[in-house]
Each structure stands twice: as C-alpha cells, then as structure tokens.
T-cell receptor
Framework: NAGVTQTPKFQVLKTGQSMTLQCAQD?????MSWYRQDPGMGLRLIHY???????DQGEVPNGYNVSRSTTEDFPLRLLSAAPSQTSVYFC?????????????????FGPGTRLTVL | GENVEQHPSTLSVQEGDSAVIKCTYS??????FPWYKQELGKRPQLIID?????GEKKDQRIAVTLNKTAKHFSLHITETQPEDSAVYFC???????????????FGSGTQLTVLP
C-alpha cells in the first residue's frame, strides 16, 4: 500500500492563480480530510468528507473547494490564491465513519504540500 | 465547537529526563484523545491515543493520562532520547453518537528538544 499520497510536494503561485492539490489513498478509507499547518497554530481543518459524494466544511474553509467523486481521491482546489494561503497542506484519511463502528481510528497523514503564494 | 489548548509551546529537557506536555479541551462530548509526533519536514504520526473510558495508557516510554472531570490530558515521555526531539500535537474528537463526523481538533503543538 502506498498509503496517503499528495502531489505536488512544493508549489509557488502568484496571487489570483488557481490550482488543485491532489490527495489519494489506497486503503479504502471512508473519511478524508484536508488540514493546513501554520507556525504556532497547529493543524486546522479545511474540509472533510465522510464518503464519496459527501463533503463538509471544517474550521477554515474560505477560499477552498473540495469534491469526492471516488473513495480514493479528495482534491483541494484553491480558487484564487492569496498570500494568506501560504502554508503546508496535509491530507489525511481514516477507516470508518459508521455509527455502528465503536472503535476509534487513527488518521493517516500524507507527506504534505508546501505552498507559497507571492 | 471544540477548543484544545496545549502547553508549553516549547520544552527543552536533558537526555534521560522526563517530559510532560499538557492539553485541555472544552467539549465534554469529546471521548478520543490522540497524540501525534511530527519530525522536521515530515508528516504527523500517531504515537499514542486514549479513550475516555480509561484514565491512563502506557506504551514503553510513553504514557498518556486523562482527567475527564477537569477536561485535561497529558503526554509523559520518560528517559528521553535525542530522537524524541520533534513537535508533538494533542487532539480531541467527539464520539460518533454525538452526531458529528470524525473530526479532530488539534492543539497548537509543543516543540520538544532533548539536549544530549
């Protein structure tokens, strides 16, 4: 298993440009999420998905869109990049979201994408 | 929503000493508390977690304690080694029965430096 993969590893954008950060997992996980990591602020949830076709907003969704057409892929789109979106972005996945599931599951993180917006 | 506060933001210890990192949470419906370790330039990785039905969990040199009444939990690392140097994050998550998805709320992180 490759686990959670992200592309690209590094990206530099100009203000106003758009781009898509890719995330894929091969573990058949239902739950996927996107975080941004900024110095001194920990990991903040941008968007998440509990399964194909279902997405919802996290703590800091403004300026980002997501979609989940397949179980494997969860791309994050920056609509019009701003310097405030300079950050490290992590995608994560977790096995179960069913209400019947009583176990608590680890979130597996991708390697991250370092984005700079000039 | 949930708010997780983590202290201290930086911690330096001598090799062989113990390190303690503390977190408090606000949502009484939270019942799962993982700790993640992130080495420089790497992804966060789970090192230990605890559920609200237990008060303490140990895994070799690492332990986590939970006080549900006070809404705080702590990470304890004994006999620290240079390879323990990293950023440590605590997190909290509500139970499935509370109607929320499996969202983790993270603390702001603690930079642990183990001095040789």
């Amino acid at each position: 298993n490759a686990g959670v993969t992200q592309t690209p590893k590094f990206q530099v954008l100009k203000t106003g440009q758009s781009m898509t950060l890719q995330c894929a997992q091969d573990m058949n996980h239902e739950y996927m999420s996107w975080y941004r990591q900024d110095p001194g602020m920990g990991l903040r949830l941008i968007h998440y998905s509990v399964g194909a076709g279902i997405t919802d907003q996290g703590e800091v969704p403004n300026g980002y869109n997501v979609s989940r057409s397949t179980t494997e892929d969860f791309p994050l789109r920056l609509l019009s990049a701003a310097p405030s979106q300079t950050s490290v972005y992590f995608c994560a996945s977790s096995p179960h979201t069913s209400r019947r599931q009583s176990s608590y599951n680890e979130q597996f993180f991708g390697p991250g994408t370092r984005l700079t917006v000039l | 929503g949930e708010n997780v506060e983590q202290h201290p933001s930086t911690l330096s210890v001598q090799e062989g000493d113990s390190a303690v990192i503390k977190c408090t949470y606000s949502d009484s419906a939270s019942n799962y508390f993982p700790w993640y370790k992130q080495e420089l330039g790497k992804r966060p990785q789970l090192i230990i977690d605890i559920r609200s039905n237990v008060g303490e969990k140990k895994d070799q040199r690492i332990a986590v304690t939970l006080n549900k009444t006070a809404k705080h939990f702590s990470l304890h690392i004994t006999e620290t080694q240079p390879e323990d140097s990293a950023v440590y994050f605590c997190a909290a998550r509500r139970g499935i029965s509370s109607g929320s998805a499996r969202q983790l709320t993270f603390g702001s992180g603690t930079q642990l430096t183990v001095l040789p």
